[in-house]
C-alpha cells in the first residue's frame, strides 16, 4: 500500500510517507509550516500549516522579541537655552575677533569711514554705500563663524560649550545623534529664528518646548542624563 502523504523537501525531491512519518519529519525540522504536502485523499498540495492533522505538530514560530522602548527625555526648558545661548555667544565673539586679526588695519579703516558717516557735517547725506558694505563684511563673518561653531560641535558632540555647561544635548526626536548633515540642517534652519527677530526661539515657551529651528530640523534640547 502506497504511503497517503507526499511532501516536496527543501532540495525539491518528492518524499513519501504516512503520518506518523510526516509528524517524525516535523520534529527532526525535515517538514516546515511552508512545506507542500500531497494527500491522496483529497489529491492536492496544501501547505503542512494548512493541514489540520499536522498543524499540531509543526514547530512553532520565533517569537520576535518586543522592539526596545524608547528613552524618555526631559526636555529643557527657556532659562538653560537662554544662559547657554549666551554662553556660546561669548565664545563665538571671541573666535569672530581671530578671525578679523589678519584684516584689523583695513577693517579700522572702514570703522572710521563709517563713524564719520555717522557723525553730522553739514547736513550731508551718509555713504550708504561704506554703511551697507560694513553691515554685509560683519554680518557674514559672524554668521559664518557661527555656523562652524554649532556645525562641528553639535554634528561632533551633540552640544555647544554653553550647552555643555548647563548640562544640554541636542538630539533628533528619537534621541539618536545629530551628525555634521542634521547639524548643519539646524544651523541653517537657525538664520530663520534670528530673522523673525527672535520670535523663533520664544517657540520654546510653548508645550514642546522647541524653537523654530528645532522645528524645522526634527531635533529637540534635551537634560543630559549622568549616571
Request: aromatic share 8%; charged share 15%.
Amino acid at each position: 500500500m502506497s504511503s497517503p502523504y507526499t511532501i516536496i523537501g527543501s532540495d525539491g525531491r518528492e518524499y513519501s510517507g504516512s503520518l506518523e512519518e510526516l509528524r517524525q519529519w516535523a520534529q527532526e525540522g525535515r517538514l516546515g509550516p511552508a512545506t507542500l504536502v500531497w494527500n491522496d485523499v483529497d489529491e492536492r498540495w496544501v501547505e503542512a500549516a494548512g493541514r489540520h492533522e499536522l498543524v499540531w505538530d509543526l514547530p512553532r514560530p520565533a517569537v520576535p522579541p518586543p522592539p526596545p522602548s524608547l528613552p524618555v527625555l526631559a526636555v529643557a526648558g527657556f532659562v538653560p537655552r537662554l544662559l547657554a545661548c549666551l554662553a556660546d555667544a561669548m565664545v563665538i565673539l571671541f573666535l569672530v575677533k581671530l578671525v578679523l586679526l589678519p584684516w584689523q588695519d583695513p577693517l579700522q579703516d572702514l570703522l572710521r569711514q563709517v563713524q564719520a558717516q555717522l557723525e553730522p557735517a553739514g547736513g550731508s547725506p551718509p555713504d550708504l554705500g561704506v554703511l551697507i558694505r560694513f553691515q554685509l563684511i560683519f554680518a557674514g563673518i559672524y554668521t559664518g563663524v557661527t555656523l562652524a561653531y554649532l556645525v562641528v560641535f553639535h554634528g561632533c558632540w551633540g552640544a555647544t560649550p554653553g550647552k555643555r555647561l548647563m548640562g544640554l544635548t541636542v538630539v533628533t526626536l528619537d534621541g539618536g545623534p545629530l551628525g555634521y548633515l542634521g547639524a548643519l540642517r539646524r544651523g541653517l534652519a537657525g538664520i530663520l529664528s534670528v530673522l523673525t527677530f527672535g520670535l523663533g526661539y520664544l517657540l520654546i515657551l510653548t508645550p514642546q518646548r522647541r524653537a523654530l529651528h528645532d522645528l524645522i530640523a526634527g531635533t529637540q534640547v534635551v537634560l543630559v542624563t549622568r549616571d
